[in-house]
């Protein structure tokens, strides 16, 4: 008998220091303290930009519907599963979007493969940034299309794209805010493209919704866009609004398409009602409390400053998302566990959910952080990083990566894969 192929494996991922570890937590102490494997830790890498996860209102919502409803929604949507409280956040939603209807999925994952699955298929074209989120690239892969990936960022290369694609519809999809590197997709470029070329684009703004733009309606909101230059828009509820489960939001008919034809919509019990109703009081405290998403962004922006000024590799980005670039695996989790000895919590992320060679630590900012909290860990940064930097630094010009062009399975070797 040869050698045992899932102890090789995981031998492997150990000795390339790709190994993933889950930590666990034991709750909240107070603002972004977090009991992590006993011990107290400052996070810096949650998605928790608004700092609603442990809202106590939220809370409350949540346990006063289950009280009321109990906890389990008991079916799909279209058997039994769709409660009064579901029907009220997706018309909630749908004016937060300024969109005609939403429709609920269970997760973000779930509905991006409930909106490609639906809006593509056998003979159609899909085409992906190639930095997108793992579940929109499963997603393009899962629908059958012919699938091809764009250089990051760039909405030239997307229009070559849509020049060269053949018979059948495109349909584009992308992140509005990337989720490992914090910067923004060129929106109002991609959609004119797509108009010209008579593609549907999506939007996935999972970190963009309640942070970006003047009342927090996310990255369309950012550029000044309209909702229809955009076909559908994603979101998810586990970010900034601090419960859990997703949307997509879009015109009467591509909604109907989807309660029709999304398997991931179809085949799945509903949230439980209550997440539903602390979703409504996310929404709703969001809204109407803007400091929030400021003062994150304002924390990012201090963070900009200080760890620039202190020669810190930075990605380029605008958002609570900050990436700091260390290249390899090793440095990345080194890093990381340096940071643990001083009590902060930033996780380090490694391929594939990042292309070789970008290993990095991403550093997230939350309205639950203080200033105070901020300079603490550029100070511990510094600190650590004295030296390596240099050494360790990213390649930063996307044609760099070994991941641009078509990839022909999601097997494909070292093809990004978000988390
Ligand atoms: C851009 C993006 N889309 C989708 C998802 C998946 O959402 P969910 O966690 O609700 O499955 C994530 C992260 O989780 C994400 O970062």
Known sequence: MGPDPVATTLAALRSAGLYRRRRVVDGRATGALQVVDGRELLVFCSNDYLGLAQDPRIAEAFARAAANYGVGSGA????????????????????????????????????????????????????????????LLDAGLLCGARFSRFAHA????LRRRLEACGEGRALVLTDGVFSMDGGLAPLPAMAGACARHRARLVVDDAHGLGVLGASGRGSLEHFGMSADQVAMLVGTFGKAFGTFGAFAAGDEDLIELLIQRSRSY?????????????????????????????????HAARFRRLALRAGLPLGESPTPIQPVLLGQPHAATAAS??????????????????PAGTSRLRVTFSAAHTEQDVERLVEA???????????????????????????????????????
């Open 381 to 419: 940064l510094v600190e650590i990083l004295a030296g390596t930097a240099q050494r360790h630094q990213a390649p930063r010009r996307e044609g760099d990566s070994p991941h641009a062009g078509t990839v022909p399975a999601a097997s494909a070797p070292g093809a990004p894969d978000r988390p």
């Open 337 to 354: 566990e340096a940071l643990a000895e001083r009590g902060f919590l930033v996780a380090a992320i490694r391929p594939p959910t990042v």
């Open 154 to 157: 760039d909405a030239g290369a």
């Open 266 to 298: 179809i085949y799945t019990t509903a949230l439980p009602p209550a997440v539903a109703a602390a979703t409504r009081a996310a929404l709703s405290i969001a809204q109407a409390e803007p400091w929030r998403r400021e003062r994150t962004l304002a």
């Open 76 to 135: 799909s949507h279209l058997v039994t599963g769709h409660h009064r409280e579901h029907h009220a956040l997706e018309e909630e939603l749908a004016a937060f979007t300024g969109r005609p209807r939403a429709l609920l999925f269970s997760t973000g994952y779930m509905a991006n493969l409930g909106v490609a699955c639906a809006l593509a298929g056998r003979g159609d074209n899909v085409l992906e940034d190639r930095l997108n989120h793992a579940s």
